[in-house]
């Protein structure tokens, strides 16, 4: 015990230990401060070296920003083109094993907003707001000799897929100002679809806005590719002819003046 009026003064080896764990600690939280300051530009060339040819890796231009949060003005990739790509890592992911991201970017015409997770067989998307032109499926379709238009709007809260298979997906999808343009020029209004996830699997009720096309049906996915399609199609645009002539070319019209169709299959693995 130290005598009255007299102070406690640490000894040599207390002060030692305690500049060592001083400059540890502060020497740990430069690295760390220096790490997430890391340029994206400069983590980019460092990825472009170590991973091969760079005719393998996407082409990109006004790289900004760090490499956890960061932005591309334009990225290229064989037929694939986005600008205003920005993102920001989320690292507590890690803990699941997953790299996850909040993304965002702008394919031609559209935009693209969620978070992206990625492990190593299954890849999550939520909170995904998206609206990209539907004539991207052109290049599919023309084998079939059908061109379409308009938007397809995205608002999905969760998506799963695990092995290239969907197991969840809960949401809507919308196709704004639909129209055929070929074989021969339908305007079909606004077709939508409700995504939730059933025992059966994901399961998507189909119905219209109220424009010139009636569609109203039920679709399902299994987790094995199986799928299920029941829908009914009608038109109640008088002004629009060829409408009702294309509907009746797919079937006969029921007592309730609506063709029905029913699919089953399964789907292509990709």
């Not at 694939?80 to 909040?102: D, Q, Y």
């Not at 129209?179 to 119905?207: D, F, H, M, N």
């Not at 009636?214 to 002004?239: H, Q």
């Amino acid at each position: 015990m130290s005598a009255p009026g007299s102070f406690l003064v640490a000894g040599p080896d207390n002060m030692k230990k305690f500049s060592k764990r001083y400059i540890v600690f502060g020497f740990t939280a430069y690295l760390f401060f220096l790490a997430l300051s890391f340029p994206a530009d400069r983590a980019w060339s460092i990825a472009e070296k170590r991973l091969g040819p760079s005719s393998a890796l996407p082409q990109v231009s006004g790289i900004s920003g760090v490499w956890w949060s960061g932005r591309v003005d334009e990225v290229r990739f064989n037929a694939i083109e986005l600008r205003n790509l920005r993102w920001t890592f989320r690292p507590l992911a890690l803990v699941r094993g997953m790299v996850k991201a909040v993304v965002a970017f702008e394919p031609p015409g559209g935009n693209f907003a969620g978070v992206i997770a990625v492990g190593r067989k299954t890849i999550e998307l939520t909170k995904v707001k998206a609206k990209v032109p539907f004539d991207q499926l052109n290049d599919i379709l023309t084998v079939f000799g059908v061109q379409v238009g308009g938007f397809l709007v995205a608002d999905l809260q969760k998506i799963i897929l695990v092995d290239k298979s969907l197991l969840l997906a809960d949401g809507l999808l919308v196709w704004q100002d639909a129209l055929v343009e070929r074989p021969q020029k339908l305007i079909l209004g606004e077709l939508k679809a409700a995504l939730s996830t059933e025992k059966e699997g994901v399961r998507a009720v189909i119905s219209d806005s109220g424009g010139p096309l009636v569609a109203e049906g039920i679709s399902t996915l299994d987790s094995a590719g199986l799928y299920s399609l029941a829908v009914k199609l009608a038109s109640r645009d008088s002004a629009q002819p060829d409408l009702a002539d294309a509907i009746k070319l797919l079937g006969t019209p029921g007592g309730d003046g609506k063709v029905s169709l029913s699919y089953n299959g399964k789907l292509p693995e990709f």
